[in-house]
């Protein structure tokens, strides 16, 4: 994408590159809506798709977005739901208990919800207290299932106009919590509405969560999809991943002069990010940052301190992730992966096996439960395991298997030999899959 930073200088005959003169302030959160939101064309279409198809309709469907820590849910989840209000939906976020409580759904909808008739008789009815929200949240909880169901399927009908309706739902692998409680039967009822269109109004459920949420979903008897409603995210394209970065510097951190520099700059940060949303970001904004105290000037390399600050911020994000794993786990993953080699896939036998050497309670498949809830592991579409990031692969054998070689040695898997293993990561053109190493 060409930007209007990019200037020929007449003085030196090098292209120039120019900040904009009103910069973009840096803000230090690094998770949720993205400052400069570049890619996921494809997973954006698609779910333009399900409204086009929901307003033909006038049914509804969930859509899903499911995938590790930091891969971009939440931005994305905001991306959608920002162009779907541009486009005259109306976009509420809700919280769990909005899919089983009718007050706390009118409540995030912004819906009167207000009529004696809906008030439990375990509510005690107050007259002039009509129209509080209040009162009713806490008649909610008392309503039988099927009540709360009629209740929920009225508020919806009535704020779902013509337009349609976006509820938009993060963390949606959190609902697993609520399987077996009292409110399951009127949180399926309204899955279900939505689900199958039956609410006689464009309805979108727009959910987000990680990797695990499609089957904490089925728990809810939500189990099949239809073809395009279910994504997963991954890293960022390269053109993508380029220009997230080179909005930092220039947007943001006020780069300016040789756009050479720029460039060896944009290369020089994605070489360490591998697409990833988490890392381009931490990245970034620590070069922004630096430019910016700086006054802008790119040098002809990255600063080392943006860059030092950047790999810290890499293996925080990976100790995040692995802070629930006993150590005898996380060195047994590493020398799963450490024998498998880079890219390789990983047999749920293989795991549970190696997990349930640490003596952890609840065995090797609570570990390996506790793995993918982190997003240590991902399930792939064949069943088998891999780890989201070639930089974690790697951090995980130097951290755990490289520096653990006196620990006993790794159990075999209970069922016999490992099936013959695949490559998994596609390489890329441009080499960023091979990482430097993150020893510290
Ligand atoms: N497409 C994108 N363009 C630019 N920045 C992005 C993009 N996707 C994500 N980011 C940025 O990357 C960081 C991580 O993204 P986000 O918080 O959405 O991840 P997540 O998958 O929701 O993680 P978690 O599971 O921890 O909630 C955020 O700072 C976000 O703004
Ligand atoms: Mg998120």
Same mark, same amino acid.
């Given at each position: 994408?060409?930007?209007?930073? !990019?200037?020929?200088?007449?003085?030196?005959?090098? +292209?120039?590159?120019?900040?904009?003169?009103?910069?973009?302030?840096?803000?230090?959160?690094?998770?949720? +809506?993205?400052?400069?939101?570049?890619?996921?064309?494809? $997973?954006?279409?698609?779910?333009?798709?399900?409204?086009?198809?929901?307003? /033909?309709?006038?049914?509804?469907?969930?859509?899903?977005?499911? =995938? *590790?820590?930091?891969?971009?849910?939440?931005?994305?989840?905001?991306?959608? /739901?920002?162009? *779907?209000?541009?486009?005259?939906?109306?976009?509420?976020?809700?919280?769990? =208990?909005?899919?089983?409580?009718?007050?706390?759904?009118? !409540?995030?909808?912004?819906?009167? #919800?207000?009529?004696?008739?809906?008030?439990?008789?375990?509510?005690?009815?107050?007259?002039?207290?009509?129209?509080?929200?209040?009162?009713?949240?806490?008649?909610?909880?008392?309503?039988?299932?099927?009540?709360?169901?009629?209740?929920?399927?009225?508020?919806?009908?009535?704020?779902?106009?013509?337009?349609?309706?976006?509820?938009?739902?993060?963390?949606?692998? %959190?609902?697993?919590?609520?399987?077996?409680?009292?409110?399951?039967?009127?949180? $399926?009822?309204?899955?279900?509405?939505?689900?199958?269109?039956?609410?006689?109004?464009?309805?979108?459920?727009?959910?987000?969560?990680?990797?695990?949420?499609?089957?904490?979903?089925?728990?809810?008897?939500?189990?099949?999809?239809?073809?395009?409603?279910?994504?997963?995210?991954?890293?960022?394209?390269?053109?993508?991943?380029?220009?997230?970065?080179?909005?930092?510097?220039?947007?943001?951190?006020?780069?300016?002069?040789?756009?050479? #520099?720029?460039?060896?700059?944009?290369?020089?940060?994605?070489?360490?990010?591998?697409?990833? +949303?988490?890392?381009?970001?931490?990245?970034?904004?620590?070069?922004?940052?630096?430019?910016? !105290? %700086?006054?802008?000037?790119? %040098?002809?390399?990255?600063?080392?301190?943006? &860059?030092?600050?950047?790999?810290?911020?890499?293996?925080? #994000?990976?100790?995040?992730?692995?802070?629930? &794993? =006993?150590?005898?786990?996380?060195?047994?993953?590493?020398?799963?992966?450490?024998?498998?080699?880079?890219?390789?896939?990983?047999?749920?036998?293989?795991?549970?096996?190696?997990?349930?050497?640490?003596?952890?309670?609840?065995?090797?498949?609570?570990?390996?439960?506790?793995?993918?809830?982190?997003?240590?592991?991902?399930?792939?579409? =064949?069943?088998?395991?891999?780890?989201?990031?070639?930089?974690?692969? %790697?951090?995980?054998?130097?951290?755990?298997?490289?520096?653990?070689?006196?620990?006993?040695?790794?159990?075999?898997?209970?069922?016999?030999?490992?099936?013959?293993?695949?490559?998994?990561?596609?390489?890329?053109?441009?080499?960023? !899959?091979?990482? +430097?190493?993150?020893?510290?």
């Amino acid at each position: 994408m060409k930007h209007s930073s !990019d200037m020929l200088s007449p003085r030196r005959g090098h +292209p120039q590159v120019v900040p904009p003169k009103q910069l973009v302030p840096i803000t230090t959160r690094d998770r949720g +809506p993205a400052t400069f939101f570049h890619g996921r064309e494809r $997973e954006i279409q698609a779910f333009q798709k399900a409204q086009t198809d929901a307003r /033909a309709s006038s049914g509804g469907t969930i859509f899903l977005i499911q =995938d *590790a820590p930091g891969a971009g849910k939440s931005a994305l989840l905001h991306e959608c /739901a920002q162009r *779907a209000a541009e486009d005259g939906w109306r976009v509420a976020e809700i919280t769990n =208990d909005a899919l089983y409580d009718p007050a706390a759904l009118a !409540d995030a909808v912004d819906v009167p #919800y207000a009529t004696k008739s809906t008030v439990h008789r375990e509510t005690r009815w107050r007259a002039g207290l009509s129209s509080s929200v209040a009162l009713f949240r806490r008649g909610a909880e008392g309503m039988s299932s099927e009540y709360a169901g009629r209740a929920l399927r009225r508020v919806l009908e009535a704020a779902a106009t013509p337009n349609g309706l976006v509820l938009v739902l993060d963390e949606a692998q %959190t609902l697993r919590t609520l399987h077996g409680r009292q409110c399951q039967p009127a949180l $399926e009822t309204t899955l279900a509405l939505i689900h199958n269109g039956k609410i006689g109004a464009p309805v979108i459920l727009l959910a987000g969560g990680l990797g695990m949420s499609r089957s904490v979903l089925g728990q809810f008897s939500i189990s099949r999809f239809e073809r395009g409603r279910v994504m997963g995210l991954g890293r960022l394209s390269v053109m993508a991943e380029r220009a997230v970065i080179r909005d930092w510097l220039v947007r943001a951190g006020g780069a300016r002069g040789e756009s050479e #520099y720029l460039a060896r700059w944009i290369d020089t940060i994605a070489a360490e990010c591998y697409g990833w +949303p988490q890392h381009i970001q931490n990245y970034a904004v620590a070069a922004a940052q630096r430019l910016l !105290d %700086t006054g802008g000037v790119l %040098t002809a390399q990255v600063s080392t301190e943006a &860059l030092a600050e950047g790999r810290d911020a890499r293996v925080e #994000y990976y100790d995040a992730r692995v802070e629930d &794993l =006993d150590r005898a786990d996380r060195v047994a993953l590493a020398r799963l992966l450490r024998q498998a080699g880079d890219g390789c896939a990983l047999d749920t036998s293989e795991l549970i096996a190696a997990f349930s050497s640490s003596g952890t309670p609840g065995g090797g498949l609570d570990v390996l439960r506790s793995a993918l809830h982190k997003g240590v592991v991902v399930k792939r579409r =064949d069943g088998r395991f891999e780890i989201p990031i070639p930089s974690m692969h %790697t951090w995980l054998v130097q951290e755990y298997a490289d520096s653990a070689r006196t620990l006993p040695p790794m159990p075999r898997a209970a069922e016999g030999p490992a099936p013959a293993r695949q490559r998994t990561t596609p390489r890329r053109s441009d080499n960023r !899959d091979r990482d +430097p190493g993150l020893g510290r």
